[in-house]
């Protein structure tokens, strides 16, 4: 398989033509047509998984680290390799969209996202790939070509850059009860310790999971610039508010381990310590984490290219 062209920000947008007439016929309520356009999609997106890569001002060393981990653990574990889709933009809604646009090219099965600011361990990635199978269901099985199966996000939890212990996350009504809009650190600790899934509002897109065909039927301008006002503002809820207008689904998965890189790396077990200490729970956050390394300036991958699987099955990735 031949590598596609480059997809950097002045590429011609890449469109999936089956789009409007998908958002059309939703709104018209349609229903045998949005299962048909569904089911085509679902036929046209099978070229394997993607890693997107948004790069803002470098990779973290540690980034860098669990990305190479992770790979040699999906490979062996799939048994094939896995494309790579590397932007570089100060702006996070043209950087994000930039790669949806290749993931789109390269009709890939479902696309990984990571920002260049996150660790994991490689048992989350590969936890990440079998959950977000088993939402998609057979690709052949018609029962499943609907919006159910196909359109929805599956995001690690990870605490957001804030002076305030916060989670990359907002939750629905029903579980919102702190001051923060969040759930109480009891089930926050449960649901880490339970691997819970859980259906959100809105979620950092700094660790997840989307299928091709979702990101194809969303069409272009899946992504906006940041807008004043409270945090789950930016592009990533932006996203995920226009994948749930579609009637997709966004899922918090609290069985991955996934660190946010600021001063040191910050996971779910620091966030429900810190707010077991500001209950007066604990007497101190023990520490855990390790100092932050210099990131990389210059990433090992060149930018704002798809790398697919080639025909042996190896990752065209260098």
Known sequence: MSVPPDVSEESPRVSYPAAELFEKARREGRVKDVRTLIAGARREFRSGTALCLPVYRGIEADTFESLWRGRTALEKFTGQGWGLIQTKSSCPSANRETAARGAVW????????????????????????????????????VEHAD?????????????????????????????????????????????AAKGFIAEVETAGMGFCIIPGAALAL???????????????????????QRLRDLGGTVYADFSLRVGHIIESTYDLSWYVRSRMLA????????????????????????????????????????
């Open 147 to 191: 919006v159910t199966h196909t359109l929805w996000m599956l995001c690690g939890v990870y605490p957001r850059r804030s002076p305030e212990p916060q989670l990359a996350c907002a939750f629905l009504p029903s579980m919102r009860q702190s001051a923060h809009g969040e759930p109480p650190w009891q089930t926050i600790q449960e649901a």
């Open 279 to 318: 209950e007066g729970e604990v007497q101190e956050i023990p520490v855990t984490v390790k100092l932050r390394k210099p990131p990389i300036e210059e990433p090992h991958q060149r930018g704002g290219v798809i790398y697919p699987p080639d025909e042996s099955g190896k990752g065209g990735a260098a």
């Open 106 to 141: 390269g009709h890939v099965q479902f696309a990984i996202w990571v920002d260049s600011d996150q660790v994991f361990d490689s048992n989350s990635l590969i936890n990440l790939l079998v959950h977000a199978r088993e939402l998609y269901g057979d690709p052949e099985n």
């Open 218 to 240: 969303m069409g272009d301008n899946r992504f906006q610039d940041p807008l004043p006002g409270p945090w789950m503002q930016g592009e990533d809820a932006y996203f995920a």
